[in-house]
């Protein structure tokens, strides 16, 4: 648009330029022609009579030259020995001067034209010549005078006109260019809007009806989402055969080696065990991979929250549990799956070591431009606690800091790696209830 609006102004300054030129030269042609044409009617009009005398009656045919001071003007005057009286125009109510033919010579046709200034301040425009009346070669000289001031104001008023004329048909034309590009452009505009539901899941492929020029690109963009799902259910299918398939077999190993007991015994169930928490783990990731790049998942985190935390009320009765929502919609842009493993690991943590009192707060992040579109999550407990410096050992896979209470190790780790796959990070702090506070941001879909 900014070339074409470009284009078009540069195109009618010169078509402005060019026409303005062509009518000042055509008027000025046309002017001069009138001039020299009254100049000859003029001469003919005017003879000397017996005595010397200038005489005739000259009517030029234009009503201007009998306007006191109009801008137009006659005269003739002698130019030679033996002619007396001089005649004007009733216009011109007094003589008006002429340069010398010093300064402004006549050409070989006798004639001379000139600029000079009128009874009211105009410019005008003077043909002038020198003509022998009669045998007795007496010369008289014949100015005939036009107002240039009133043509240049001619040309001006043709000028503006023509600017306005341009100038309403260059807007015209500008917004017809703008609106067939940006109705152009609205498919195009579709797309994205598609796109976007797509990314925020609120719908499956890119739906309607586009022009031919788009619609490839609409139908390989929908095959492109059927492939990822395609290739997310087959990870996924892959991860449950594998699991499956190594559960039964870990479990056995590990059952016959605290059957067997002694040293041997216990060191397959050891190994078994720890085999058990490497699948688990790597399990996980692979899921987590498997699904990462999905775009169609939309998850509503305020019922999620309300679910799992109903679920833990009845698994730990003794333990308060405390909420804080938002009142706006909260949605996190991913699957409900991934986000219920991270809440149930942090839940059943803080859970575990919690004295009395648990509290979970979910809140929109507005505090700034740089992270517009996350929520927040926090879970509190009223526990021991992890000491600083600690933290991060707590995040290591299969490290435990406490081998008092049952555990693989591994909860923390997975619920980080989770958040880490959506682009977030997993906080520990100390709490204001005196426990561990775990805290992640996550995207938020609008």
């Known amino acids: 648009m900014a070339f074409s609006t470009v284009w078009a102004v540069l195109a009618l300054v010169v078509i402005f330029t060019l026409i303005t030129t062509l009518y000042r030269q055509a008027s000025e ?144 034309m500008i917004a017809i260019n703008a609106i067939a590009i940006l109705y152009a452009l609205q498919p195009l505009r579709r797309v994205r809007d598609a796109l976007a539901m797509v990314r925020q899941g609120t719908a499956q492929r890119l739906g309607g ?53 002694g040293e041997k015994g216990r060191l ?16 996980q990731r692979a899921r987590m991979a498997a699904q990462r790049d999905s775009v169609v998942y939309r998850t509503p985190v305020k019922p999620l929250v309300l679910r799992m935390a109903r679920v833990m009320e009845k698994l730990n009765p003794d333990t308060e549990l405390r909420l804080t929502l938002p009142q706006d919609e909260v949605v996190f842009a991913g699957e ?24 979970v ?14 929520f927040e999550i926090n879970i509190e407990d009223d526990g021991p606690g992890i000491p600083e410096g600690e933290a991060r050992e707590a995040l290591k896979r299969g490290k435990r800091l406490d081998e008092s209470k049952p555990g693989t190790g591994l909860g923390l780790a997975i619920v980080a790696d989770l958040i880490n796959e959506y682009g977030g990070q997993l906080a520990l702090e100390r709490a204001v209830l005196g426990g561990l506070k775990a805290s992640f941001r996550l995207r938020n879909i609008e």
């Open 29 to 172: 042609r046309g002017f001069d022609s009138l001039l020299s044409a009254h100049l000859f009617n003029l001469i003919g009009s005017v003879g000397v009579s017996e005595q010397g005398m200038l005489t005739g009656a000259p009517d030029l045919g234009d009503l201007r030259f009998s306007e006191p001071q109009s801008g137009w003007y006659w005269s003739v005057e002698p130019a030679s020995s033996g002619l007396t009286g001089d005649l004007r125009s009733s216009s011109m109510t007094r003589s008006i001067p002429s340069p010398s033919v010093a300064e402004v010579p006549f050409n070989s046709g006798f004639q001379r034209n000139y600029l000079t200034e009128g009874l009211e301040g105009e410019q005008l425009q003077v043909f002038e010549s020198e003509f022998v009346l009669d045998a007795k070669n007496r010369i008289a000289r014949f100015r005939v005078m036009g107002n240039e001031t009133e043509l240049e104001q001619e040309i001006g008023a043709f000028q503006r006109r023509l600017l306005t004329y341009l100038s309403l048909f260059g807007f015209g």
């Open 361 to 374: 707060s979910v809140e929109l992040v507005t505090e700034d431009e740089g992270n517009a579109g996350l």
């Open 268 to 283: 397959i169930a050891e190994q078994a065990t720890s085999m058990q928490k490497q699948v688990e783990y790597y399990l």
């Open 336 to 359: 409900r799956e991934d986000l219920e493993e991270v809440l149930g690991n942090l839940l059943e943590n803080a859970m575990k070591w919690a004295r009395s009192t648990v509290a």
């Open 209 to 261: 009806r586009f022009p031919a020029e788009i619609e490839p690109l609409a139908n390989e963009t929908n095959a492109l989402i059927e492939n990822n799902k395609r290739i997310v259910e087959r990870s996924r299918t892959q991860v449950g055969n594998l699991a499956h398939s190594l559960k039964t077999p870990l479990a056995v190993l590990i059952n016959e080696g605290r059957a067997l007991g």
